[in-house]
């Protein structure tokens, strides 16, 4: 049989202050990319990988490169940041961008295929879960950037909206590793929780920092002041260390630690093809399910040209490591399934809540708007441990 080749770019930030997560979903991508050449199929997928270093200028410069050489559709970003500055570019040159990270929602591209969560896929999950069995009074840090502005505004919405309060706001430029003035408010403050929007290195050196900060203040800080985030992934526990890589929150639509027969294979694949890491990360697996969404969608359309694609991706159903996914119509956003897991010391995360199905996405929070709390879901959520 006949094959067809299509050349894609693959556009990872894979040196940078949040590389270790980057690497993971270049990992991912190459993983399917992989898979599907090797399978009886009648495409292959030809990468063209690119590193944009975490630069913002980069990413437009490199984005123009591989849409210009006549690639129609490119995986890749991990910033909400690097997102918006190349989407112009597709726009000009009618591309695709196969996005693969939850973000903050509110936007809709004709030009994006989004297959990471929206905001009513993890951070809506993590405020009813917050409210419910944590505490209602929260402080809020991050790194000062579209992705924690925005999405401490739906959590303090939402939260309101449950009857609690955001005691305070603080934002660090990216790579910032200073956190003394941020810790003593935290402290003086005492809130229930805080929840964390803080990337890559300045995460890893947050955690760190506020769990010597409590230790020396008398504090169980897992147990007394929890942090719950929408970004933290098992290969960013490796990089916390282990003198404070456990009992923190997580949000999310995928954890290497779920049981299922697609996972285990997913996980077996990876650690084989992968050996030095970094480990698996959800965004990791998002990466891996946007490369096998647009494989199945191009053999469908039998052309890489955009409007095809368009049309073809909604016909599209995965069966991946997380369970299924499929891309809404409507949004170009996935049906994905959330989850609220605790890191643990081992470096792994455990599943205490999941919801029964994959939900659909709501990226305008439409159905689902914090401020009147008509969100959640309690009925979609089940205990998996307390």
Known sequence: MTRTTFRIGVMFSTTGSYSVVARSMLNGAQLALAEVNAADGPITLEPVVVNPSGDLAQYRALARELLSS????????????????????????????WYPSHYEGFESSDNVIYTGAAPNQHVL????YLASRVGTRAFCVGSNYI???????????????????????????VGDT???????????????????????????????????????AGIDQPNEIPVASCTLSEPELQEIGAEAVDGHLSSSVYFSSLSSPENAAFMQAYTAAFPDGPV????????????????????????????LVRCAVANQRLLAPQGEVRIDPQTYHAWLTPRIGRSSAGGQFELLLEARQPIAPDPYLVQSSPRFATSMRPPLLRMVKS
Not at 194 to 212: C, E, K, P, Q, W
Not at 288 to 302: E, H, M
């Open 70 to 97: 006549g690639i129609r559709q490119i995986v890749g970003c991990y910033t909400s940041s690097s997102r918006k500055e190349v989407i112009p570019c597709f726009e000009k040159f009618d591309g695709l961008l």
């Open 125 to 128: 999950p993590l405020v009813d």
């Open 147 to 173: 992705w924690a502005w925005e999405n401490n505004r739906i959590f303090r919405e939402a939260l309101t909206a449950r009857g609690g309060t955001v005691l305070a706001e603080r934002y660090l430029t």
């Open 178 to 216: 200073e956190f003394d003035q941020v810790i003593a408010a935290i402290l003086e403050q005492r809130p229930d929780v805080v929840f964390n929007n803080l990337i890559g290195t300045s995460a890893y050196a947050f955690f760190r920092a506020f769990r010597a900060a409590c230790r020396s």
């Open 280 to 307: 698996v990360s959800a965004d990791a697996e998002a990466s891996y399910i946007a490369v096998k969404l647009l494989a199945a969608t191009l053999a469908q359309a039998g052309s890489d040209e955009s409007r």
